[in-house]
């Protein structure tokens, strides 16, 4: 596996982890403040 | 670049249509909000207001959650039960959590395995079960946040019809947050098992979910 490889795999799974996180975090706190 | 996009296909295609579908939603969610609200003497509200509502939130948490609960149990219940036959399951003799050697941990491990899978302590632990354990984090924190914006809209809906509001604790017990959730979790556990009965005897030429066209219909678990 290349380090370009290795990078882009990293990246994928941030993206994916920080989509879903903020998504969850965003609606939660819309939620709880009556938005 | 090409290359960079071939390797990352799967995920980028998914990405790609879930923010279409996620795009489509709330079109066709400020329309019927605005038309509900409308027909109720209330006010029409932006697209972008919409995307900040509990409304559209606890429609979009209300999925997640059940998406993240089909995972988790899909991960535990395929370590502990087996189907004959099936591509979702492992081979019957492989039931529960296998050998140290199979799961190439410890002194089974090799220079190209992750850090925390060669070493013998509560990082191995963690590290052995971290998948599930992430999709158990994110099933309760889509479920608690769909609960909290499906209880600000009902509260919305009380006041509308002069009704009194009601606490979180109080909405969590009412027929709307179960009825909400478990339409859901129905439908996730029907596609799970379906899975695993169908590829018993269909085939998918190409796919990993799927068998190799020629495997027998008793061969368990045979793809990748």
């Known amino acids: 596996v290349t380090t370009r490889s290795a990078a882009a795999m990293r990246t994928t799974f941030t993206v994916y982890f920080v989509l879903i996180l903020a998504g969850i975090a965003i609606y939660a706190v819309i939620g709880a403040t009556h938005n | 670049m090409r290359r960079w996009g071939f390797e990352q296909g799967l995920s980028?295609?998914?990405?790609?249509?879930?923010?279409?579908?996620?795009?489509?939603?709330?079109?066709?969610g400020v329309r019927v909000y605005n038309e509900e609200q409308l027909a109720h003497g209330g006010e029409a509200i932006s697209w972008s207001r919409y995307l900040a509502s509990s409304h559209f939130g606890g429609?979009?948490?209300?999925?997640?959650?059940?998406?993240?609960?089909?995972?988790?149990?899909?991960?535990?219940?395929t370590v502990w039960f087996v189907q004959r036959g099936s591509n979702e399951s492992k081979p019957l003799e492989d039931v529960g959590l296998e050998s140290d050697e199979r799961?190439?941990?410890?002194?089974?491990s090799?220079?190209?395995?992750?850090?925390?899978?060669?070493?013998?302590?509560?990082?191995?632990?963690?590290?052995?079960?971290?998948?599930?354990?992430?999709?158990?984090?994110?099933?309760?924190?889509?479920?608690?946040?769909?609960?909290?914006a499906n209880?600000?809209?009902?509260?919305?809906?009380?006041?509308?019809?002069?009704?009194?509001?009601?606490?979180?604790?109080?909405?969590?017990?009412?027929?709307?947050?179960?009825?909400?959730?478990?339409?859901?979790?129905q439908s996730e556990f029907l596609a799970v098992g379906t899975m695993a009965v169908f590829t018993i005897y269909l085939r998918q030429r190409g796919s990993p979910e799927s068998k190799p066209v020629g495997s027998a219909h008793e061969t368990t678990g045979a793809s990748g």
Not at chain 2, 103 to 108: A, K, T
Not at chain 2, 120 to 134: F, K, T
């Open chain 2, 12 to 28: 980028l295609f998914f990405l790609a249509i879930f923010l279409l579908s996620l795009l489509g939603q709330s079109l066709a």
């Open chain 2, 59 to 77: 429609d979009v948490m209300e999925n997640w959650q059940s998406e993240f609960l089909q995972f988790t149990t899909f991960i535990l219940a």
């Open chain 2, 103 to 108: 799961q190439q941990v410890g002194r089974f």
């Open chain 2, 110 to 148: 090799h220079p190209r395995s992750p850090r925390w899978a060669r070493v013998n302590d509560w990082r191995r632990r963690v590290y052995e079960n971290s998948l599930l354990i992430v999709m158990l984090a994110m099933f309760f924190g889509s479920w608690l946040a769909q609960s909290l």
């Open chain 2, 151 to 185: 209880w600000t809209q009902f509260n919305n809906d009380q006041t509308e019809h002069g009704e009194p509001v009601v606490t979180w604790l109080s909405y969590l017990v009412t027929s709307e947050f179960w009825n909400r959730t478990l339409q859901n979790w």
